[in-house]
């Protein structure tokens, strides 16, 4: 480190912070000592000290960088909600028979061979699950502060100015889930209001100057009630004698009505972003008055993507609060747990595409550059500011971004329209090319990724194999899936995607358009990273890119083999986008590619096309009032990708880990043959929404909850099938897992699929007795 520095007195204004942090290691260091501790390779010891090391290394660098107020407690194991569950006593009692905390958590997070896990979700509109607390008649509410006293002292103990992050009651308690006949977990508040008390006191006796309460959920859209709670909940903390100074963030929208309820309290500082966000639902005397004796912590870098900050925009920005606020410190939007650390690395970028990009390192620099600039004069930055001007018009002038004759083309593709028949008229055309059973099984996708694909892909990208062994080793991979498949007796087959490095990836890097990076890592939950690409110009699809592997798999096998596509709306979520147009016109591009893919297949022989889009929840609007326009060319992309094959080709999607009612009649317009969904770890809950809408068509519940090692057991599987058979006709039933199994072990998929087949069977046999 190249100063020493201390915490600040309390309530000391700083001047650049950033709201969170990645967590997993530019290696991604944290994914494999979680996983060597669950699998028995790294004792307790050696997970703790990779965990130290891997804090401090970022806390040093942030300091280096310049920053004056450093977040702390924002690492994680394995999720932030669940860490905030573990501190209030909140953990299910199902794991409460597990002595040891650290495997409780981990229970909790991802079951055991006994023990169900807890849901898992997506943190408002982003890529990012966290896993959803229990709150129940019996959940006795008690703290439990070790970790982030411990990450404290382990900060101020090394130098570093440390700011204490904690999830916020509001927000944890709306997005927790009541259970057991519980009441809606927000009903509890006063129960936990105690436990934040004595957290600040014994956070400022440890040394904390300011403590961030992150509260996201006041972004979206609040009942009366829930405000009167905004200003309840903080005017009570804000009148604690002994306490830290308070600073209440948001992220991923405008605070709206709760900025005012935020304000009358005496918190010290409020956090906005300010790239999706704005101030304006406020008018200016109002602004000046709520926020003249505030800390401002002005997110003006974008936290979510990957794009260069226009830095003379938002310095004009920041100037313009200094008149509205006590004082101003300038930040990232949310925290760079969405974004990768560094572009360091990221050598095979062409220098033009490289200079437009900003990552999780960079993004520090620029706040640094921003608050110094502030300080002492655009003067002190100069080189920075021209730099970033200079990249800025490259952009804007570049000929990748601009294609007249792609437009045109996709302009005439749309009008010629994308519906197809109705629904019944297809069912009864596919029922007779297809021939299938009564509740017919199939799984999601992918088969488990084993060693041997892995080291396959790692020597063709080292050359020291060709592409033509390349595609030796993975058709013989398909071969072994698809013979797994026809021994244990499902009905409808996939190929297993051994080729896939990712559902996004694989296709961006065949997109024209898109770019792949080499260690663009980022957290999608637990241990689970991946690599978003980047979206920067116009997309094409020059040429077939699923086609030989999936006919290959057709070729082995005279039972119907899907075809596997990623939809418009799910690759432009799981990847960074452009930010230089709106998002429904790169999704009508993506779509076009995959419609031409899907043709592709079809005049391959393919007659059952799945097309996923699991992110269809991920990317609605926070806002209801934002929902509408948002929904309407979700459904069109996916409808303009799957019109373009014939009526007795069955086209699927699928969707998982979302809160599926408030898209539920979205779902049912994208018009799929068969929709399979998530519903294991949510007890069929979704199949409701789709009875009260009138859902008519195919639905796959998922029976089996891949994110657990737990193998579920026959006569469990049945149950559920059981439970869905209340809401879904036998005709319109499939079974099937709750996602792709790539992750899983090949025993564990093997005995999970083995029960699966054995409950229909039973099932079937029940409904003809």
Not at 593 to 612: C, K, P, T, W, Y
């Amino acid at each position: 480190m190249s100063s020493t520095v201390t915490s600040a007195s309390v309530g000391a204004p700083f001047t650049a912070t950033v709201t969170g942090t990645a967590r997993i290691g530019p290696r991604r260091e944290l994914k494999r000592a979680v996983e060597g501790y669950w699998a028995g390779r790294v004792d307790r010891a050696g997970l703790e000290r990779i965990a130290a090391g891997l804090r401090m290394d970022v806390q040093r660098a942030l300091v280096d960088a310049g920053l004056d107020s450093v977040p702390v407690n924002t690492f994680s194991y394995y999720d932030q909600m669940l860490d905030t569950a573990a501190m209030l006593g909140a953990l299910p009692a199902r794991v409460a028979h597990l002595e040891d905390g650290l495997d409780r958590y981990f229970a909790a997070a991802r079951g055991d061979a006994d023990t169900t896990p807890l849901e898992m979700t997506k943190w408002f509109d982003t890529n990012y699950h966290y896993i959803v607390p229990e709150i129940g008649p019996d959940t006795n509410f008690r703290l439990d502060a070790g970790k982030v006293l411990g990450e404290l002292k382990e900060s101020l103990d090394a130098g570093i100015p440390a700011r204490p992050v904690i999830i916020g009651p509001i927000t944890f308690l709306l997005l927790a889930k009541a259970v057991d006949g519980g009441a809606d977990p927000i009903g509890r508040i006063a129960e936990i209001w105690p436990l934040y008390d004595e957290l600040l006191g014994r956070l400022r006796d440890a040394g904390a100057g300011w403590v961030q309460l992150d509260e996201p959920a006041l972004v979206g859209d609040l009942t009366p009630d829930q405000l009167a709670l905004v200003a309840r909940t903080y005017g009570r903390f804000a009148g604690l004698e002994h306490r830290p100074a308070l600073l209440v963030t948001s992220y991923f929208g405008s605070l709206g009505p709760a900025l005012e309820e935020l304000a009358t309290t005496g918190v010290e500082g409020i956090g906005i972003d300010l790239v999706r966000g704005n101030l304006d639902e406020l008018d200016e005397n109002t602004r000046s008055q709520v926020l003249r004796d505030k800390l401002l912590v002005a997110g003006v870098v974008n936290g979510r993507n990957v794009w260069r900050t226009d830095l003379d925009k938002a310095l004009a920005l920041l100037d313009g609060l200094d008149d509205l606020a006590g004082s101003v410190a300038v930040s990232t939007s949310c925290s760079l747990l969405h974004v990768p650390y560094s572009l360091a690395d990221e050598t095979g970028l062409d220098d033009a595409l490289r200079s437009w990009l900003a990552f999780g390192h960079e993004k520090v620099r620029e706040v640094v550059t921003l608050a110094t600039a502030r300080r002492h004069g655009a003067e002190a930055v100069g080189a920075a500011l021209d730099e970033c001007r200079a990249a800025l018009v490259s952009r804007s002038r570049d000929p990748r971004l601009h294609e007249d004759d792609l437009r045109a083309r996709l302009a005439d593709t749309a009008e010629r329209g994308a519906r197809r028949s109705a629904y019944e008229q297809r069912r009864e055309l596919q029922d007779k090319v297809l021939g299938l059973p009564v509740l017919p099984t199939t799984t999601i996708g992918s088969y488990p990724q084993t060693a041997a694909i892995r080291g396959a892909r790692v020597a063709l990208r080292k050359n020291e194999i060709d592409a033509r062994e390349y595609t030796r080793r993975m058709k013989s991979e398909i071969a072994q899936v698809i013979e797994l498949q026809e021994r244990l007796g499902l009905d409808v087959l996939v190929h297993g995607e051994p080729e896939r490095n990712d559902m996004v990836q694989y296709f961006a890097e065949q997109f024209e358009g898109f770019v792949a990076t080499q260690y663009g890592w980022v957290q999608s939950y637990g241990s689970r990273c991946v690599r978003p690409p980047i979206l920067f110009g116009e997309v094409r699809r020059p040429r077939p890119m699923t086609v030989e592997w999936i006919r290959h798999a057709q070729s082995l096998t005279s039972k119907p083999v899907k075809g596997m596509l990623t939809g418009p709306v799910t690759i432009l979520a799981w990847s960074f986008v452009r930010d230089d147009q709106p998002l429904a016109e790169s999704a009508q591009q993506v779509a076009l590619a995959i419609r031409e893919e899907a043709q592709d297949l079809e005049s391959s022989g393919i007659r059952v096309i799945q097309v996923d889009e699991p992110a269809l929840r991920e990317l609605l609007p926070i806002r209801s009032a934002d929902r509408a326009a948002y929904l309407e060319w979700a459904v069109g992309a996916f409808r303009l990708a799957t019109g373009g094959v014939a009526d007795d080709t069955q086209v699927h999607t699928h969707l998982c880990y979302s809160e599926f009612g408030e898209v539920i009649q979205a779902i049912a317009d994208l018009d799929a043959d068969v929709t399979s969904i998530e519903a294991a770890r949510s007890r069929m809950e979704v199949l409701d929404d789709l009875t009260q809408i009138g859902f008519a068509a195919g639905v796959g519940p998922g029976v089996y909850d891949i994110h657990s090692p737990r193998v579920p057991t026959v006569d469990e599987v049945a149950a559920s099938l059981r439970l869905a058979l209340r809401a879904v006709p036998a005709a319109r039933l499939w079974v099937n897992p709750d996602c792709g199994l790539k992750t899983r072990a090949p025993q564990e998929v093997e005995a999970a699929l083995s029960n699966v087949v054995q409950a229909a069977d039973r099932v079937r046999s029940e409904l003809t007795a």
